[in-house]
């Protein structure tokens, strides 16, 4: 860090490294930001690539090798947006360079992988940041608000589900998805995120008892091959959670869920109302309160506004509608505004191990049939 400058080292020009892009942007252009944002270096696996991305992204430089950004003094925060068996290496690289990071879920593919990286980041004293976009919506810290303040009561059954249906069709060729190295399929890579809203909300995960399915068995090693590889991890993952706090429910993690986009969704039942999201329809939770009139009682459905900060920040009206890559803006200013404080984000690599923890064990219970109690 250079006076009041920060520079990025983003890996990765795909879906994700211009979501990243567009956070960072966005971010420097709807708050104060504590620092002047350098988009230094962009790198991806080829140097065509990395130079297309720098010139549509806005980066100074572009490279085909990452290990470069570890030792480049104008770059502070090392940015991983590559398939997730890449992180580990990438980010434990970083840290040793003194570089603060922000990374993609899921963090590794095992708990002791994550173990190691938060292990790391502590010895290093950086600051870390997990791309757990779905807990940054204002509606979520609202939620969270109503639940911690007992607007519904006790949390007593929790209900929850990521689903898209980008894997439904068969022809989809084998990918860096499927690879078992990776740590396993839906759940590890989209199942994270329900998991990640379940703690944020609910709190601490106890037990689990999981069943995994593979519902496409074998698909083409490259998109209209012949030749076909096996496929080992799950399609779908559904769970039974118990909650330290008592409170019980169920997930489904499920990337082949025909016509689901982005259902990540849940209903959260309290002794005193209940409320009910879906990011299909991120701007607007619904509310229940069980203690009003009974001949007018029912549902509200809230609209997001500036009065649930920040989205004032991107909008002065109400029910205007914030989207995924405001979310991805959300995010980078909380890493943004952690390196300037020194204070931990949320969702740091703590938190990336505490989900990983609840996706190991929602294998090993599924491998076993039976309930895993998390430590
Ligand atoms: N938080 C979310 O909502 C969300 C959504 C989608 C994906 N993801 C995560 O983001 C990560 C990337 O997913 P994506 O959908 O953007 O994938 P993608 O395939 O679109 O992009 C991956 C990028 O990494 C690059 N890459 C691969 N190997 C590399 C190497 N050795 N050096 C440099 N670059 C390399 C690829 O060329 C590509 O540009 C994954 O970990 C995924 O789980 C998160």
């Known amino acids: 860090m250079s006076g009041k400058r920060i ?40 140097l065509p690539a990395a130079e297309a991305a720098r010139r549509n992204f806005g980066f100074r430089k572009a490279t085909d090798d990452w290990k470069s950004l570890l030792t480049d003094p104008e770059i502070d925060v090392i940015d991983i947006t590559t398939p997730n068996l890449l992180h580990r290496e990438m980010a434990l690289a970083a840290i040793a360079h003194g570089k603060h990071v922000y990374c993609e879920k899921p963090l590794a ?11 790391a980041t502590e010895k290093a004293g950086v600051i870390t940041q997990v791309g757990f976009n779905y807990l940054k919506n204002p509606l979520l810290s609202l939620a969270k608000d109503l639940i911690d303040s007992g607007e519904i009561g006790r949390v007593t059954s929790v209900r929850g589900i990521h689903a898209e249906d ?33 703690r944020h909300l609910v709190g601490p995960i106890s037990s689990v008892l999981a069943e995994t399915v593979t519902l496409v068995k074998e698909r083409p090693v490259a998109r209209g091959a012949s030749e076909m590889r096996p496929v080992e991890i799950d399609d779908i993952t559904r769970a039974f959670v118990r909650f330290e706090s008592g409170a019980t429910g169920s997930f ?17 039942y309290g002794t005193k109302g209940a409320i009910v999201f879906s990011q299909e329809r991120m701007n607007e939770i619904r509310l229940f309160r069980a203690g009003e009139d009974i ?36 995010e980078a200013h909380e890493f943004l505004n952690a390196i300037a404080t020194g204070k931990r984000p949320a969702t740091d690599f703590r938190e990336g191990y505490e989900v990983q923890k609840v996706v190991s064990a929602c294998y090993a219970s599924a491998r076993s049939s039976s309930w895993i109690t998390i430590a």
């Open 7 to 46: 520079g990025v080292g983003l890996i990765g020009t795909g879906f994700m490294g211009r979501a990243h892009t567009l956070g960072f942007s966005i971010a420097q252009r709807s708050f104060t930001l504590p620092f002047e944002l350098d988009l230094a270096v962009i790198a991806d696996a080829t």
């Open 109 to 119: 593919p095992t708990v002791d992988e994550c173990a190691e990286l938060v292990a």
């Open 166 to 198: 980008f894997m439904a069709d068969p022809t989809v060729p084998f990918g860096w998805r499927l690879d078992p190295l990776s740590g396993g399929g839906a759940l590890a890579d989209i199942g994270s995120h329900i998991i990640a809203s379940f």
């Open 252 to 268: 489904e993690a499920n990337w082949c869920a025909t016509g689901r986009k982005m259902q990540h969704d849940f209903e959260i």
């Open 295 to 330: 001949r007018t009682r029912g549902f509200t459905t809230i609209w997001a506004g500036p009065e649930h900060p920040p989205y004032g920040a991107f909008c002065v009206a109400a029910g205007h509608h914030l989207g995924f890559n405001e979310l991805k803006a959300i």
